[in-house]
């Protein structure tokens, strides 16, 4: 059964800084794996999806790579602002099972003005 | 255009009772996901609609969940003999293409089993 883990739990940094979250997987058969935020009370915001022929991806401020072989992915967001501020949720498709994604627990993130 | 829509946003019911939540997918959308979200943890797979077919209901913890979507659009997840362990907020998704695409997350009924 594939296992996500994101370290750490919870994050709280000054405006301005540079960040990054982490993601583990247990089954390194991934067929993609996608970062999402999820605000207080609402649902999942995609922010990037990185295919497992990828290496990373960029949106913006934000920058997601892969490393398929070591079962990691990790969340670069620079310049962070107060309005980065959500949990950060990493979630992995199996290689042999499309329709699953398993989520990791998510990193909390607070950046203070 | 609309993202996916939930209703209702908060359910509230007693031990025992039966609940429906209703997911309006993204409109030609053909895949329809569904999630359960306990307190502090990420979304917990429950089952995939490819069309009007389940897909995959491996998701589903028992025979007390069951999830329809008779034209391919709307789904509702059905929940019978509702107990406390239900609580958590359900979760929606569509996308376009299944297996590929990213996936549309609604905004989430949060269920409360007194």
Redesign the interface.
């Known amino acids: 059964k594939q296992e ?1 883990t994101q370290i750490p739990a919870a994050l709280s940094v000054p405006e301005g800084e540079n960040l990054v979250l982490n993601c583990s997987f247990t089954d390194s058969a991934i ?2 794996l ?1 970062w ?1 935020r999820q605000d207080p ?6 922010l990037l ?1 990185i ?1 497992s022929s990828q290496r990373e991806q960029t949106s913006g401020r934000l920058n997601a790579s892969l490393d398929k072989s070591s079962g990691r992915s990790t969340l670069y967001i620079a310049a962070s602002q107060p309005g980065d501020s959500a949990t950060y ?1 990493c ?1 992995v ?1 199996r290689g042999d ?10 990193t909390k993130l607070n950046v203070k003005p | 255009g609309a993202g ?1 829509s939930q209703t209702p946003s908060n359910k509230v019911t007693e031990k025992g009772k039966y609940v429906e939540l209703r997911c309006d997918p993204i409109s030609g959308h053909t895949a329809l ?1 569904w ?1 359960r979200q306990s307190l ?6 429950l089952i ?1 609609f490819q069309g009007t077919g389940a ?2 209901d ?2 589903l913890p028992n025979d007390r969940f069951f999830a329809v979507r008779p034209e391919g659009s709307v789904s509702t997840l059905k929940i019978q003999r509702t107990e406390r362990g239900d609580s958590a907020v359900y ?1 929606c ?1 569509s996308s376009d293409q ?3 695409d ?7 009924t949060r269920l409360t089993v007194l």
């Open positions: 996500v067929y993609n996608q999402f009370g609402k649902g999942l915001t995609s999806l295919q949720l979630a498709r099972n499309f329709n699953k994604f398993y989520f990791g627990s998510g | 996916v996901y999630y502090g943890q990420g979304p917990e797979f995939y897909a995959d491996s998701g979760l998704a299944g297996a590929t990213t996936q549309y997350f609604g905004p989430g």
